[in-house]
């Protein structure tokens, strides 16, 4: 078997696509701008690229961009200042504190500080509480990104995922847990796996979706995937190239384990794509309840 890619970078060209007639819609009908501010604190290279994409794909969609880059010594009291400020301000719809945040600062602590209404990044203890609360109606709230995007995947691959043997492999707040959450919601049978898990491959083997989280260069295997399976990497490695250049790998041997899957999806161009347009469509949703209307369709 050869499995067909799952094009998270096409997939997530067309989402954005969406969203920029949304916000067209919103600025057309209610005239508001969607805003979304993004607080960079230090000079994480990782973080600068990331940042800079956000803000370009911001433009494109048509929202407004609020930057604030800040000294990697900022006060963590500054920070919250900052935060309480975007807060009151209703031209910003959605916050986003780009993480790792220094040291010196407390992560959990900013992220709480974040009106749940604005947390488009979906990490706020409200955000995460209400995911698992969540019954089977529309998500009214905004939920982490990344997780999100691979479920936007995974259903346009596979339709209903109902009843299917899932291993999430990673347990992070970030992407392991939402991950898992997102897919009980949609009726898998859910095993939230670590690096304390015993028989890992074994486990692996049984599901019909694999989804792998944990920044382990091409730890899961070939012969760790179930014959038809679907694929998802979310795992990003940088690894220096000879050239001076750097290349991305994922969790997943990728070339043994297409050989296996029903479908996979690459690293880069897989869920990388889907996590900026999902912040994306997270704003759009959050600027249209702000203004008392319902999701975009
Ligand atoms: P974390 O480091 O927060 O979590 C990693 C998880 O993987 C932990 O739960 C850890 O287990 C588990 N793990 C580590 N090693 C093993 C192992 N050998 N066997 C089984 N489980 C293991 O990472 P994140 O969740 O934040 O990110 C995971 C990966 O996804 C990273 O490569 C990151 O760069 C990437 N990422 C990609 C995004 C994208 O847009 N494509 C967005 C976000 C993240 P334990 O809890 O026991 O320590």
């Given at each position: 078997m050869t499995a067909s890619i799952i094009d998270g970078k096409a997939y997530a060209a067309g989402l954005r696509a969406r969203v920029a007639q949304g916000v067209a819609g919103l600025k057309a009908g209610k005239g508001i701008t969607p805003g979304l501010a993004v607080v960079l604190v230090g000079d994480d290279p990782a973080s600068q690229v990331y940042v800079r994409s956000k803000t370009r794909l911001v433009a494109e969609a048509g929202m407004t961009g609020f930057d604030h880059r800040l000294p990697a010594n900022t006060p963590q009291a500054d920070l919250l200042a900052l935060v309480a400020r975007l807060n009151a301000?209703?031209?910003?719809?959605g916050i986003l504190v780009q993480?790792?945040?220094?040291?010196?600062?407390d992560s959990a602590h900013v992220i709480a500080a974040i009106d749940p209404a604005k947390d488009?990044?979906?990490?706020s203890a409200t955000n995460a509480g209400r995911l698992v609360q969540?019954?089977?109606?529309?998500?009214?709230f905004p939920v982490a990104c990344t997780p999100l995007g691979c479920l936007m995947l995974l259903k346009d691959s596979l339709g209903s995922l109902a009843g299917a043997d899932a291993v999430v492999v990673g347990r992070s707040v970030l992407v392991g847990k939402p991950m898992a959450q997102l897919l009980v919601r949609e009726d898998c049978t859910v095993t939230l796996a670590h690096?304390?898990?015993?028989?890992l491959p074994g486990l692996c083997r049984r599901a019909d979706i694999l989804v792998a989280a944990t920044?382990?260069?091409?730890?899961?295997?070939?012969?760790?995937v179930k014959p038809g399976a679907t694929v998802i990497d979310v795992g990003i490695t940088r690894v220096d190239r000879p050239d001076g250049k750097q290349r991305l790998i994922g969790d997943v041997d990728f070339e043994a384990a297409s050989a296996v899957a029903r479908a996979i999806t690459p690293?880069?161009?897989?869920i990388g794509p889907m996590t900026i347009a999902c912040l994306l469509h997270n704003t759009l949703q959050a600027a249209r309840r702000a203004a008392g209307l319902g999701p975009a369709a």
């Amino acid at each position: 078997m050869t499995a067909s890619i799952i094009d998270g970078k096409a997939y997530a060209a067309g989402l954005r696509a969406r969203v920029a007639q949304g916000v067209a819609g919103l600025k057309a009908g209610k005239g508001i701008t969607p805003g979304l501010a993004v607080v960079l604190v230090g000079d994480d290279p990782a973080s600068q690229v990331y940042v800079r994409s956000k803000t370009r794909l911001v433009a494109e969609a048509g929202m407004t961009g609020f930057d604030h880059r800040l000294p990697a010594n900022t006060p963590q009291a500054d920070l919250l200042a900052l935060v309480a400020r975007l807060n009151a301000d209703p031209a910003v719809h959605g916050i986003l504190v780009q993480l790792p945040l220094p040291a010196h600062i407390d992560s959990a602590h900013v992220i709480a500080a974040i009106d749940p209404a604005k947390d488009v990044d979906g990490l706020s203890a409200t955000n995460a509480g209400r995911l698992v609360q969540a019954g089977s109606g529309p998500l009214d709230f905004p939920v982490a990104c990344t997780p999100l995007g691979c479920l936007m995947l995974l259903k346009d691959s596979l339709g209903s995922l109902a009843g299917a043997d899932a291993v999430v492999v990673g347990r992070s707040v970030l992407v392991g847990k939402p991950m898992a959450q997102l897919l009980v919601r949609e009726d898998c049978t859910v095993t939230l796996a670590h690096s304390r898990t015993r028989d890992l491959p074994g486990l692996c083997r049984r599901a019909d979706i694999l989804v792998a989280a944990t920044g382990r260069a091409q730890m899961v295997k070939g012969d760790w995937v179930k014959p038809g399976a679907t694929v998802i990497d979310v795992g990003i490695t940088r690894v220096d190239r000879p050239d001076g250049k750097q290349r991305l790998i994922g969790d997943v041997d990728f070339e043994a384990a297409s050989a296996v899957a029903r479908a996979i999806t690459p690293v880069p161009g897989g869920i990388g794509p889907m996590t900026i347009a999902c912040l994306l469509h997270n704003t759009l949703q959050a600027a249209r309840r702000a203004a008392g209307l319902g999701p975009a369709a």
